[in-house]
């Protein structure tokens, strides 16, 4: 069985930071934001654990398949 891993976009503001911690402990964690809202503090503890935070905008199609 493969390790999961689990792209969340949005997941630095007050909803996808919760998401990111539930799914952390399922596997690895890529949080992809362009923290226009959401904030890195709120996934600070997230980034600890290993999750790694991908800056950018969800509409730039080309910066969400990299």
């Given at each position: 069985?493969?390790?999961?891993?689990?792209?969340?976009?949005?997941?630095?503001?007050?909803?996808?930071?919760h998401l990111v911690e539930r799914w952390l402990d399922r596997g690895a964690v890529t949080i992809f934001d362009d923290l226009s809202v959401g904030r890195e503090s709120f996934v600070a503890g997230a980034l600890a654990r290993g999750a790694r935070l991908d800056r950018g905008?969800?509409?730039d199609l080309d910066a969400l398949a990299r």
């Open positions: 069985m493969s390790a999961r891993r689990t792209l969340v976009v949005g997941g630095a503001g007050f909803i996808g930071s905008d969800a509409g």
